[in-house]
C-alpha cells in the first residue's frame, strides 16, 4: 500500500506547521523582550542625556515592540493557515482509509480523533426520522430514546 510515504508526507507537514507556529511565537516575545530593552537603556540615559533621550527610547521601543510583535502575529497566522489546509487535505483525502487519518492527526499532536464519531452504521430512526449512527449492537436512538431500528 503507498500510502504510508503519503502518511508521512502529511506528518512531515504537520511540523512545518508546528514550526512556523513557534517562529512566531518566538518573535512575538522577542519583539516586546526588545521593547522593554530599548525602554530601559533609555531611560538609563536620560539620567545622563535629559528627558529627550527617554522620550526617543520610548518611540523606539514601541516601534521595535510593534513592528516585532506584528510579524510574530503573521508568521503564526501562517503556521494556522497551513495547519488548516493540511487538516482539509487529510480528512478529504481518498488516499486514506479512516484509520490511517486518525493515526496522522494524532502522530501530528491534533485533538480531532476526540470529536470523532463512534463507528457503526448510518440509519433514519424509526420514530423522530433523524439520521442518526448506531453500532451494530445499538437499537436506542440517543435523540428520541426510542427503538430505532425495526424489528
Not at 14 to 24: K, L, M, N
Not at 75 to 86: E, F, S
Request: aromatic share 6%; proline share 3%.
Amino acid at each position: 500500500m503507498a500510502t504510508a510515504p503519503l502518511q508521512r508526507r502529511y506528518r512531515d507537514a504537520y511540523s512545518v506547521a508546528e514550526a512556523t507556529i513557534g517562529w512566531g511565537t518566538v518573535l512575538k516575545i522577542l519583539g516586546v523582550l526588545g521593547g522593554l530593552a530599548i525602554a530601559f537603556l533609555g531611560l538609563v540615559a536620560a539620567s545622563q542625556v535629559g528627558f529627550a533621550a527617554a522620550l526617543a527610547s520610548f518611540i523606539a521601543a514601541v516601534s521595535v515592540a510593534g513592528t516585532m510583535y506584528a510579524l510574530g502575529v503573521t508568521v503564526a497566522a501562517q503556521g494556522q493557515i497551513i495547519r488548516a489546509i493540511l487538516d482539509t487535505a487529510v480528512n478529504t483525502s481518498p488516499l486514506l482509509s479512516n484509520e490511517e487519518r486518525r493515526e496522522v492527526l494524532v502522530t501530528s499532536g491534533e485533538q480531532a480523533l476526540d470529536a470523532a464519531p463512534p463507528a457503526g452504521d448510518w440509519i433514519n430512526c424509526q420514530n423522530c426520522l433523524k439520521l442518526i449512527r448506531l453500532d451494530a449492537n445499538e437499537n436506542t436512538c440517543y435523540l428520541c430514546h426510542k427503538r430505532a431500528r425495526p424489528g
